[in-house]
Structure formats: structure tokens, C-alpha cells
């Protein structure tokens, strides 16, 4: 694709300075590397977890996650997957979605969904926790 005339005279710091605030990039870039940090033990924890828990019954899961270091550390897992996830759908929808309402609306609809779908899952932790099962 060619650049537009006015493009082909400005410096390659005139264009940077053009793209609007280096923080907003910024900061997309650090979540995910912090996200993606924390992901790691908290992951490799879940599946130690889960394949110890494949033996048991329900109630020996409801009497797992009664343990306050258990459900602490799954509704970690779940909040920083939550968020790594919603920084990775909307870098994609930013990158290829490119009519300005459909993408303010998926935006929108990427944060209400990640937000919704992290507080019925910390929700539902700490009652499975908090009180043995639903």
C-alpha cells in the first residue's frame, strides 16, 4: 500500500511522534508480560492441582478447595488469565477490526465480558469455599 504524499517527507521520529500517546502501548505491553508471569506458576500449580484432585470425588474437590491457599490461588489463576485474555482479544480487534463503532463496540464488549465472566468465577470459588458447595 502507498503512503500517503504527505507521509513520504515527515522523519521516522515525525510519524512516531504522529501515532498518538507511547503510554497506551505501553501499558498493553506490560499487562501482558505481568499476566503472562503470573501465569506461569499459577498454571503449572492448576495442573499439578487438577490431576490430583482427578483421583478424589466431590467432595474430596469441595474439601480441596475449602483450604483458603486453594481458593485464593485459583481465583489468581482466574483473574490473571481473565486479564491476559482481554489484553490479547483486544489487541487483535484493534489490529483487525477497522470501522471505528464496530470496534469501540467489541472493545466494550470484550471488557464487560472478561469482567463479567471474572466475578461469577471468583464468586463461585469462594462459595464452593466459603460453604462446601453450591
Known amino acids: 500500500m502507498a503512503e500517503p504524499h504527505s507521509e513520504r517527507f515527515r522523519t521516522p521520529l515525525s510519524r512516531a511522534r504522529g501515532t498518538g500517546s507511547s503510554r497506551h502501548g505501553v501499558s498493553h505491553f506490560m499487562t501482558e508480560r505481568v499476566s503472562a508471569m503470573a501465569l506461569v506458576p499459577l498454571s503449572l500449580w492448576a495442573v499439578f492441582a487438577g490431576l490430583k484432585l482427578g483421583a478424589g470425588d466431590f467432595e474430596a474437590s469441595t474439601a480441596w478447595l475449602s ?43 470484550n471488557l464487560f465480558v472478561c469482567v463479567l465472566s471474572g466475578a461469577l468465577g471468583v464468586f463461585s470459588i469462594l462459595k464452593v469455599a466459603l460453604t462446601g458447595a453450591f
Open 67 to 109: 483450604s483458603p491457599v486453594n481458593a485464593v490461588l485459583l481465583c489468581l489463576l482466574l483473574v490473571a488469565a481473565l486479564i491476559h485474555l482481554q489484553g490479547a482479544v483486544q489487541v487483535v480487534i484493534e489490529d483487525y477490526i477497522h470501522k471505528f463503532t464496530t470496534k469501540s463496540a467489541l472493545v466494550i464488549l
